[in-house]
């Protein structure tokens, strides 16, 4: 990759990060994960793709 095309790819990490900072720090400063829901998803999916085939 070119140095120029490096820098735009930085400068636009950078801008989200800064878009979305607010949004950042509140899910650093809380002790909260959806971990456990999206693995209770993920068994309902797995269960109705078994599911399907009876």
Not at 13 to 32: C, S, W
Not at 35 to 50: A, M
Request: hydrophobic share 35%; proline share 4%.
């Amino acid at each position: 990759m070119e140095k120029i095309d490096l820098l735009k790819i930085y400068n636009t990490t950078l801008k989200t990060f800064k878009d979305f900072l607010p949004q950042i720090e509140n899910a650093l400063g809380f002790n909260y994960s959806n971990g456990p829901l999206e693995c209770l998803n993920n068994h309902i999916e797995v269960l109705k793709r078994n599911a399907y085939e009876f």
